[in-house]
């Protein structure tokens, strides 16, 4: 090879190199987070980490304290734990806590959204009429000593789902939740009025661990028909029973009236409305499965598939059907609604 050809053919080398290997550096980030919040060929220094972080710890909840009859402004992930907290005990498995997460997270967003709460945007409340919710402080005072490796546990759940919401459609979901099923939740129009797509009954096996599967409850006569707007004098007392396809009360005849599972369920504060019940003179015996209304995940189900080695995606998988989860950055306008 003469002296001119070895020339050309060190350029051609030093071109490959120039052009190809950055390339080749460049390429597999291409398109690695399409789905995610920022892309980096256009990062500004609005878009740098940093100012991600910090404005993702802008976004509060207003929460109306109902003990101080007050409101504070709670950082969103600050607000998820305390509701985690609150909702799900702590000794229960770091998977199911995830899953709790999700549902608290996308239970505000929603709220924020305007399909849970009115016009007028008013405060989500720290009760069970939205989620319940406790401060750090508060719970220091309900854990004792306990505190530290139960609050840090659960902020661990929440810090590895961050952002994250369960949605439908790419619409966040109303995430119902419950105790402890009856063995199968319960599909949302036989217990409220209308169907949910999402919201239908599956197996939970892993309910019979709970503590709260079974109870009885007795009740006088004459408190069931006060609470219930009846008279037993003049009619049979306990009458025809219909069943939902996941064994709780449909609808049941008392006293010559017809009531639906759930009216019965919340007017005499039975545990679930899969009950059995019999008269003994004058009293009823209520003998119920389960605990909570039974629509959507199921607290102690979760955690029985955590314990069997499920991740948090299989729960929501399991109890939320065909959603999918979803980042809330995904979309700009549920950032909007957030920001403070």
């Known amino acids: 090879m003469n002296l001119k050809k070895v020339s050309i053919f060190v350029v051609l080398v030093l071109v490959a190199i120039v052009v190809i290997i950055p390339t080749a550096i460049v390429t597999p980030f291409i398109g690695a987070g399409t789905n995610e919040d920022y892309q980096l060929e256009n990062a500004t220094a609005e878009d740098l980490p940093d100012k991600k972080k910090a404005e993702e710890d802008s976004y509060v909840v207003s929460v109306f304290r109902s003990q101080e009859q007050s409101v504070d402004d709670v950082p969103l992930e600050q607000y998820v734990a ?17 899953a709790q997460s999700l549902a608290a997270r996308t239970y505000i967003v929603k709220y924020v959204l305007n399909e849970e709460g009115d016009e007028k945007q008013d405060p989500i409340t720290d009760t069970v009429q939205h989620q319940v919710y406790k401060s ?23 810090a590895a789902t961050k952002g ?10 109303t995430p119902s939740f419950f105790s402890t099923s009856n063995g199968y939740t319960e599909n949302a129009e036989d217990y409220w009025q209308n169907p949910v797509p999402y919201l239908v009954s599956v197996e939970s096996p892993w309910d019979q661990q709970s503590p709260k599967f079974r109870d009885q409850k007795i009740v006088t006569i004459s408190e069931a028909e006060k609470a219930l707007g009846i008279n037993f004098d003049s009619n049979p007392v306990l009458g025809e029973i219909k069943r939902t396809s996941s064994n709780r009360v449909e609808t049941m005849n008392i006293a010559g009236k017809q009531f639906t599972g759930r009216e019965i369920r919340e007017a005499l504060k039975l545990q679930s409305s899969d009950f059995k019940v019999e008269q003994k003179n004058q009293h009823l ?17 979760a955690n029985g598939m955590a314990k069997e080695g ?24 549920r950032v909007t609604v957030l920001k403070n």
């Open 82 to 98: 305390g509701v985690v907290a609150s909702e799900m005990p702590a000794e229960f498995e770091l998977e199911a806590l995830k």
């Open 136 to 158: 750090e402080e508060e719970l220091k005072k309900i854990w004792g000593g306990d505190f530290s490796w139960k609050m840090e546990k659960i902020k661990k759940a929440v």
């Open 164 to 173: 994250q919401i369960i949605t439908y459609k790419e619409q966040p979901i």
């Open 285 to 301: 015996i209520f003998t119920t499965k389960g605990n909570g209304h039974g629509v959507g995940m199921s607290q102690y189900g």
């Open 310 to 333: 499920h991740s948090y995606k299989d729960i929501i998988k399991h109890y939320y059907k065909d959603t999918s989860i979803s980042k809330i950055k995904s979309n700009a306008e």
